[in-house]
């Protein structure tokens, strides 16, 4: 079990979920297995569970990592956290289950890491708000990346936090209207790096946008965006 090398000149890397590739996606075991090299930054995934606690999970439901099915909007933290992953395997495992954003921010410090938080929920202002408590709680604004594919919700993001980083996540083509959207509200871009060319790579560091890019597998892909001079590589399982 190891991760895939490869040359990333200037290039950053965050572990995708955590180290998915090694480990399952979004528990501790995976943040913990990226910590532990030097990935710049370690991505999550940050929703609300029925009694609205915080709790890391990409899916609506377990229906893709668990044996158990559950919709995480309908039960409490403990309901919740009762719940055994699976391994990579599909063998369930006892250790496995789904963090809470407290745990997530702890160990992103603990290793001196990166956290990129994707907000999965169309949060309001109130969530955003207890976000940013647990953020000076456990870590520090500074140690954060905030995205999104809801525009909104970073938009109002920035009106509470002028200080914090952010990036817009999105699948689309990169032009002036894109450009001109991220520079409203001072954001920076997370995209799908299928859309990405040598010459939007230049032309989104010319007006000043700082491009991360996800999911990138594929090493030779991954140098090819390197010798581009994309910023930041969000990837599963490339080092």
């Given at each position: 079990?190891?991760?895939?090398?490869?040359?990333?000149?200037?290039?950053?890397?965050?572990?995708?979920?955590?180290?998915?590739?090694?480990?399952r996606e979004n528990t501790c075991a995976a943040f913990i297995a990226a910590g532990n090299r030097d990935y710049f930054g370690i991505e999550t995934d940050v929703r609300r569970a029925g009694d609205n606690s915080l709790v890391l999970l990409h899916d609506g439901s377990t229906k893709r990592v668990s044996s158990t099915l559950i919709d995480v909007k309908e039960l409490s933290l403990d309901e919740i956290r009762a719940v055994e992953l699976n391994e990579l395997s599909g063998e369930p495992a006892a250790h496995l289950r789904i963090p809470t954003l407290e745990e997530y921010l702890y160990i992103c410090e603990k290793y001196g890491k990166k956290c990129v938080l994707e907000f999965k929920n169309n949060f309001p202002n109130e969530d955003l708000?207890?976000?940013?408590?647990?953020?000076?709680?456990?870590?520090?604004?500074?140690?954060m990346v905030f995205i999104s594919f809801h525009y909104d919700v970073l938009a109002r993001l920035r009106g509470i936090c002028p200080e914090a980083r952010i990036q817009f996540l999105c699948e689309c083509e990169v032009n002036d209207?894109?450009?001109?959207?991220?520079?409203?509200?001072?954001?920076?871009?997370?995209?799908?790096?299928?859309?990405?060319?040598?010459?939007?790579?230049?032309f989104l560091h010319d007006n000043g946008i700082v491009v991360n890019c996800w999911t990138v597998n594929d090493p030779q892909r991954g140098e090819e965006l390197c010798e581009w001079g994309v910023d930041i590589i969000t990837t599963n399982i490339l080092q």
């Open positions: 079990m190891d991760t895939i090398k490869i040359n990333k000149r200037n290039t950053l890397m965050v572990a995708h979920r955590g180290l998915s590739g090694l480990e708000e207890r976000i940013l408590e647990a953020v000076n709680k456990y870590t520090s604004l500074e140690n209207e894109l450009v001109n959207k991220l520079k409203d509200y001072s954001m920076e871009l997370d995209i799908n790096h299928n859309c990405l060319t040598k010459e939007n790579i230049k």
